[in-house]
């Protein structure tokens, strides 16, 4: 599994909340966007987001890569700050959750 990170900075809770609306209220991802699941974690206090969002392969990733830099800037939570692909190389839960 490969995981996209995308933290934002400039975040503002009404931003934030638009946002997530269209997320939850679309088909799945975006047309040429093959991820597998999304999460967004959001400090309110620092007013940052982090984006995780999961794909099966550095594949499928990297083709979503040029669906992303297209989207408009107004479709983001904020000022987009630093994007890390990354290979998930461990992944623990406690048990019982």
């Known amino acids: 599994m490969h995981v996209r990170v ?3 900075t400039d975040v503002e809770q009404d931003r934030l909340e638009g946002t997530l609306a269209r997320i939850e209220g679309s088909d799945g ?3 040429g966007v ?5 999460r967004v974690l959001y400090d309110a206090d620092q007013k940052t987001a ?3 969002q999961r794909f099966d392969s550095a594949e499928d990733m990297a083709d979503a ?3 992303f830099e297209a ?3 107004s479709d983001t939570p904020g ?4 994007i890390d692909r990354c290979e998930v190389r461990l992944e623990l ?3 019982g959750s």
């Open 79 to 82: 000022t987009r700050a630093s």
């Open 29 to 31: 991802p975006p047309p």
């Open 93 to 95: 839960s406690a048990p």
């Open 6 to 8: 995308v933290r934002f």
């Open 65 to 67: 890569e040029s669906v």
């Open 50 to 52: 982090i984006v995780l």
């Open 34 to 38: 093959k991820a597998t699941g999304i």
């Open 71 to 73: 989207m408009d800037a």
